[in-house]
């Protein structure tokens, strides 16, 4: 498809800054500042923390920062699921330049200049964002951020590797003009999980470039256990057979590797039991991903961190794959559709 014509930004745009959040009393009011202190390049900057009836204080915090700062307000999400915050957020306010934003990051000063001088400068994007680095609680979430910043843990998103700048097909705290959502539309409401996965995947289908810059950063409080990160690439693995399903094709080639190895390995269990003559072979390919993510790991992670990191990459392989295979059992051969269990089963 041909790259939509887009108009040149207002002298002063409009910058909406959506937070979707639930219980983060410990990193909204950092990330409110970030963005507020950030410098605004020439916008006139709305926040709007999209809240999920958090209970741990979370909205006196916002409700506080709304007193300070006329540009800062609290939208109620009823709902509770991203899609929904986003959304809630997205079409409070009119808006030239809309922006998701985690509650757990932080912006770089220069984030919004350096996104909206891609904006100001390259008619042909619709998106542009930046890099994310990882901030550590603990020796065990460093040892996950690890990783996840790797190659061998997250493939080509390169938002998180900063393996290179460029036109890309997804970002993180992505900046969007209007008329994205103009020409195809808000976040999918079903999708509790992928959503911006999703939804980047019908920009790049509707003609717009989505742009990574690494002149622009953030930073992301990583509070993780083996057990959570599990969990959360599990429902990553589940929630993109969905988004295949809606759209009829598979939207990245590198969400088959997690599941194309969590088959080898189970034929390959099988064959070892069954079939003694094939053991060597099938020895040789476990063999050689232990020795590879082996030794992507003592590079990312050293002696310190090596092993963890290991156990780390094992995780996020299994439970993505694991998710996808279940995922396709349930929508495509059972022809499930999400349902408000599987909705509050992935919160």
Same mark, same amino acid.
């Given at each position: ?57 979370t909205?006196e ?23 929904h915050a ?18 757990h990051?932080e ?18 994007v ?30 080509? *998103?390169?938002?998180?590797? %900063?393996? =290179?700048? +460029?036109?890309?097909?997804?970002? /993180? @705290? ?110 040789a ?11 992507? *790991?003592?590079?990312?992670? %050293?002696? =310190?961190? +090596?092993?963890?990191?290991?156990? /780390? @990459? ?34």
């Open positions: 498809m041909s790259t939509p014509a887009l108009s040149v930004l207002p002298e002063r745009p409009r910058l909406c800054v959506v937070i979707p959040c639930r219980n983060e009393h410990a990193f909204i009011e950092r990330c409110v500042r970030s963005v507020l202190s950030a410098d605004p390049a020439g916008c006139d900057v709305l926040v709007l923390v999209s809240d999920g009836r958090s209970d741990d204080g909205r915090v916002v409700e506080a920062l709304a007193r300070e700062h006329p540009n800062v307000l609290l939208v109620d999400n009823a709902v509770r699921t991203t899609p986003l959304n809630l957020g997205l079409q409070a306010r009119p808006f030239d330049v809309g922006m998701i934003l985690g509650a990051a912006l770089d000063a220069g984030y919004l200049r350096e996104c909206m001088a891609v904006l100001r400068s390259d008619l042909s619709g998106c542009v964002g930046g890099l994310i680095t990882n901030v550590h609680a603990t020796d065990l979430s460093r040892r996950i951020g690890l990783a996840m910043a790797h190659p061998v843990g997250v493939g080509s *998103a390169h938002f998180r590797t %900063g393996a =290179r700048g +460029g036109y890309v097909d997804t970002a /993180a @705290f992505g900046l969007y003009r209007r008329e994205v959502f103009d020409r195809v539309g808000w976040f999918d409401e079903d999708l509790v999980r992928n959503q911006d996965d999703e939804f980047n995947f019908r920009v790049t289908r509707g003609g717009f470039k989505i742009f990574l810059t690494l002149k622009a950063t953030a930073r992301y409080h990583v509070r993780a256990t083996y057990r959570r990160l599990w969990r959360q690439y599990f429902q990553y693995g589940y929630w993109k057979v969905f988004v295949n399903r809606k759209h009829g094709t598979v939207t990245t080639l590198r969400q088959l590797v997690p599941a194309l190895w969590v088959q080898a390995v189970v034929l390959g269990t099988i064959l070892l039991l069954a079939l003694p003559v094939v053991r060597p072979w099938v020895l390919v476990f063999g050689l991903y232990l020795l590879l993510t082996g030794a992507a *790991a003592w590079q990312a992670g %050293g002696v =310190r961190d +090596g092993w963890g990191v290991w156990r /780390a @990459f094992a995780i996020l392989h299994a439970a993505y794959g694991t998710g996808y295979w279940i995922g396709i059992y349930h929508a495509l051969l059972k022809g499930i559709r999400p349902t408000e269990q599987h909705k509050r089963l992935s919160r």
